[in-house]
């Protein structure tokens, strides 16, 4: 189904470029079907599945979102005026193109990848609050310095660089745009030659300054702390965040609650272990009992003295590890 509709909307971008208008007579009869079906499905998967555990998987609340949002859409553009349709129905088209997106959690490698991203996301926020500021400060300075200066009417409009001119600093969307073209190194020097040429050969210290610190360094962290995330696995950001660390006290707390649990309760039978009366030589019907079991009985008093000792230093052993874990 998610690959039908992919076939649907190539087709109409295709006929859409080609006449220079949405082909109507293929879009409509396939947005109510689409959306029946995608939403029957959400439905069905509810009913069987129940809302906790349907609800539990993100690629199910994924998918009932995108539901939801293109239905709405596609309500607005049924019942709006004719202007608005055609907004609407672009909106719509956008939103179907995020339901391929659901393939990828149907694999196991992609939905593994996937989740560590997600789970990862919060471990950047530091490196992304660091490049925004860095965005903010360069976008600022380059409006203060190069606002208004790039202009589309200062070059030919048959100079295929002229199209260049849009990437300017007259504001501060602008400047933000531009310097993330910088940041992909996206024909960054056609840009620096532009204002270089309105201002002067200084202004190239602005772009290899920005070149060196947002590239060079900034990126290349984004970069490396991705991978050392995919590298080391989840111990890593879990360490760094203290995940970890609190994870192991309560495993050990754990554990020594259960050992001092089954040692207590050693230590309840133990005296009667030590009460239980150990077989002599009058009690033994045997005919050698006067002789031959003497030393066997010693060994086995030993034995069972030297295991309540054993039991009873295991006892004060949980006990101290109780202590300090409560002083953890």
Not at 56 to 84: C, G, M, Q
Not at 193 to 210: E, G, H, K, N
């Amino acid at each position: 189904m998610i690959l039908a509709n992919v076939v649907v909307l190539l087709i109409e971008v295709e006929l859409g470029a080609r006449q220079r208008s949405p082909p109507r007579y293929l879009e409509d009869p396939t947005t109510i079907f689409f959306d029946v079906c995608f939403l029957g499905e959400a439905g069905l998967h509810l009913w069987c599945f129940g809302s906790h555990a349907y609800l539990l998987e993100l690629r199910n609340r994924y998918a009932l979102l995108v539901a939801l949002i293109t239905f709405v859409a596609d309500s607005v553009a049924w019942w709006a005026t004719p202007h608005a349709r055609d907004d609407a129905l672009r909106v719509a088209q956008l939103l179907r193109l995020l339901r391929p997106v659901r393939l990828l959690f149907s694999f196991r490698r992609f939905d593994v990848i996937i989740r560590h991203f997600l789970r990862v996301l919060p471990s950047f926020s530091g490196l992304v609050g660091a490049v925004w500021a860095l965005f903010a400060f360069y976008a600022q300075l380059g409006v203060a310095l190069f606002g208004g200066l790039v202009r589309l009417d200062h070059w030919s409009p048959s100079d295929p660089a002229a199209l260049y001119a849009y990437c300017n600093f007259n504001d501060f969307g602008s400047a933000v745009l531009t310097l993330f073209e910088l940041l992909v190194v996206n024909n960054w020097h056609d840009i620096m030659r532009q204002v270089v040429d309105v201002t002067s050969d200084w202004a190239v210290v602005y772009f290899i300054s920005w070149y060196v610190i947002s590239v060079v360094v900034m990126f290349n962290l984004v970069i490396a702390h991705i991978l050392d995330g995919f590298f080391d696995g989840e111990q890593t950001f879990d360490a760094r965040s203290g995940v970890a660390v609190e994870a192991e006290v309560d495993t050990e707390f754990v554990a020594g609650r259960q050992c001092l649990s089954s040692q207590n309760a050693f230590s309840v039978a133990s005296p009667a272990l030590a009460s239980t009366p150990t077989p002599g030589p009058a009690s033994s019907s045997h005919p050698l009992a006067d002789g031959g079991d003497a030393p066997a009985a010693e060994a086995d008093a030993t034995e069972q003295s030297t295991a309540i000792g054993a039991l009873h230093g295991r006892a004060a052993s949980s006990n101290e590890l109780e202590v300090s874990e409560h002083n953890v």
